[in-house]
């Protein structure tokens, strides 16, 4: 699984802080059981003309609030981690590996194309593009943490 995957599951996922099927498509309801069946006859309806059949559309997919969510973890915690600002905190906060290989790792993955040294512009510039790419897979992100 990609560090990104990691991060995106962490906020969005199954095993994010708000725990199973929070985000996402919603449950089914339950069927509504079928009407009894009589047997008294009935007689045969007649045939009306053909209207195209609806097509179902797909339930519009939740919107996370990612400041809120991270926010959330945070206050849990008790955590004074910098998460707004700095990638290292970020990935502290959710409990991943911030060692340099997995930041040089999350830096290939989002197509950055300076020296992957874990300069302060490396670690800005991957803090933003995170964001920028939670926002893409269905996060509400501020503009101050993705600008």
Known sequence: MSIFSKIKSAIFGEKGPLGS????????????????QTTAAQPAP???P???APTPQAAPAQSVDVEAVLSGIASKKGSD???????VDLMKLLDLDSSLANRKELATELGYTGEKDGS??????LQKAVMRELEKNGGTVPANLKD
């Open 21 to 36: 099927g929070h985000f996402g498509t919603p449950k089914p309801e339950a069927a509504p059981a079928p009407a009894p």
């Open 46 to 48: 007649t045939p009306s």
């Open 81 to 87: 981690l910098n998460w707004r600002t700095s990638i």
């Open 50 to 52: 053909a209207a195209p």
């Open 120 to 125: 302060a512009e490396m670690n800005i510039w």
